[in-house]
């Protein structure tokens, strides 16, 4: 059993930026793709961004392209998501994921479903 522990939510004005951390309890080195999810009240939960667990293949909801980045560090088992100039719509609760690999990452990596292991949430609110 796999546990994620998400790290960085708060509060933030829009045009800020925020950075989410999530800690694996186990080597994820080649071994886990990892993920986020958000939930925003009263919807449903969406795929944000995916990284393989080589590290090289990446994925991402198109309305954070070029605003968030989703890195890894094998070494530390942990995976980070960076948020720049968010806006009052990426208010929600984020998730981080992991998966053993399945299929192939870009068809599979969005699917909320197909994960094995969830961390608890942190809450990101964008409000002036």
């Known amino acids: 059993q796999v546990q994620l522990v998400e790290s960085g939510g708060g509060s933030v004005q829009p045009g800020g930026s925020l950075r989410l951390s999530c800690a694996a309890s186990e080597h994820t080195s080649g071994s886990l793709h990892m993920g986020w999810f958000r939930q925003a009240r009263g919807k449903e939960r969406e795929f944000v961004a995916a990284?393989?667990?080589?590290?090289?293949?990446?994925s991402y909801l198109e309305s954070v392209k070029g605003r968030f980045n989703i890195s890894r560090d094998n070494a530390e088992n942990s995976v980070t998501l960076q948020m720049n100039n968010l806006k009052p719509e990426d208010t929600a609760e984020y998730y981080c994921?992991?998966?053993?690999?399945?299929?192939?990452?870009?068809?599979?990596?969005?699917?909320?479903?197909?994960?094995?292991?969830w961390g608890q949430g942190t809450q990101i609110t964008v409000s002036s």
């Open positions: 994921a992991a998966k053993r690999p399945r299929g192939s990452f870009y068809l599979t990596a969005r699917v909320a479903d197909d994960y094995d292991y």
């Open positions: 990284i393989a667990g080589n590290g090289i293949s990446s």
